[in-house]
């Protein structure tokens, strides 16, 4: 065995390409040719712990092993000193170890030869490299100017695998935030918020000031209602908006791997977690983290969470690091926090540190007002996406989307008018022009449509008394029998176009008068 040979593929490895696993490991083998050891290991100083990052001649549970410098006194004398340490033979001391050594896997021999050499970047410790062999003396003729030198070299291929993680680390950090990135710019497009109700006029002047302190910001609202795009409005408007907006659907995630996603985590830290991975709070230094649906959360989670808020620290799972992240917390919920909160499900210290500017984005069904603008853009893009001519609303159709309660919200009127225009779109009209007639809207709307009077097609005039019943009665009859002229007189396709039920049509016909009873 060569050493000289071994200290140069050392140096050489210093400057390859190769993964930080994959250095640790060739550090070994080549010390192996130089240094007859049964078991290598090199390990990562941590505060009193030190790490293993890789070992060759140990049974593979030494790998998952942290050792607490106050439980190993051979490494602690190794941390403690400036030089390679030889122990003696006789040394009363146990060694880390002992009962390890994948060619005595019954532990029937004490590991007699014990060398290890601390590793220094710039004066700091940072690591220890040990090796460890049955016989007595096989490191009695290793020099120790020899061993030291191998120590620097060690010291310095971690700082490098270091280096070269942190431009891992980043350049996986930037390939996230592209990808949230290019979910905010797919979602742009409709990224203005619509209505010129006077609610959603004052939530677009709350949004403004809000968005320039940094205040937590809790948006609460029923689904579909907009919370979302009144988070990324938030970010718009504020100081980060140059910085990435990281988003989290906390409803979609179990618990283990909510704390990854928050958190991050380091190689091993659980079962699965091939690599190091940054979590959603560091990625968002310096912008803005929007945790959606955090009324899903479960009370440990709640608990993490709130301990990141009250120190501003981050930890990834598995990791002693530190970090500190300096991040603008937006959540939201469709749930009532404060109902939750006496339920015992949700923190009650969480609930008040997300609380402390609370926005409440306002159902559709009171703020009617602005359906026609958002009906507008809704259809727009609805005749766009299908490549159709211009597409419009009957004043009938448009008004009985104003009767209509709207529990899923703007999200619903939405998925409703889309829908319109591709049934409008197979049913063209006059002069090929494509109108969304209520009966495009008639499955969707369920019983709205049944209540809406007929005053919508025929005012009925001041004082004519007609009932409401008799009005609902004439609407319907008049639905009924245009699907029928639309479809030549069949009944089964007029059904289809109504949406419904052909047997309902055909009692609701007969009830009607506009067919006979059989
Ligand atoms: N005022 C508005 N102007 C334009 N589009 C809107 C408006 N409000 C909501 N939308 C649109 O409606 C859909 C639902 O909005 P959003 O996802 O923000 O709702 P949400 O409250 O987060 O719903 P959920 O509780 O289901 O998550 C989106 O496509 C959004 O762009
Ligand atoms: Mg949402």
Redesign the pocket.
Known sequence: MDKLETLAAIALDLTAEISAEDRYDRLLEALHRAIPYDAATLLRVEKNRLIPLAARGLTPDAMGRVYERKDHPRLDIICNSSRPVLFSQDSSLPDPFDGMLAVDPKGLHHIHACLGCPLYVHDKLVGVLTADSLDPGAFNYLPEQYLHTIGLMAGAQMQVADLVKALEDKAKRQGQIASDLMHDVA?QR??????QSAV?RKLRQEIELVAKSDFTILVL??????????ARGIHRHSSRRDKAMLYLNCAALPDSLAESELFGHVKGAYTGAAGDRAGKFELADGGTLFL??IGELSLEIQAKILRVIQEGEIQRIGSEKVLHADVRLIA?T?RDLESEVRDGKFRADLFHRLNVYPIF?PPLRERKE?IAI?AG?FIERGQKKLGLEKVRIAEEALALLSRYDWPG???E??NILSRAVLKASRTPGKDDLLQIRPEHLAGDLGSAIYVAPARLTEPAGAGQAISFREEVNSFQRKLITRALDHNSGNWAAAARELDMDRSNLHNLATRLGLRKKK
Not at 190 to 195: E, P, Q, R, T
């Open positions: 979602l409709g990224s203005d918020i619509l209505g959603i609202g029923e689904t579909g209602s907009g919370k979302e795009l009144v959606d649906e939201a469709n984005v602005d958002l853009f919200n703007v999200r009127l939405d």
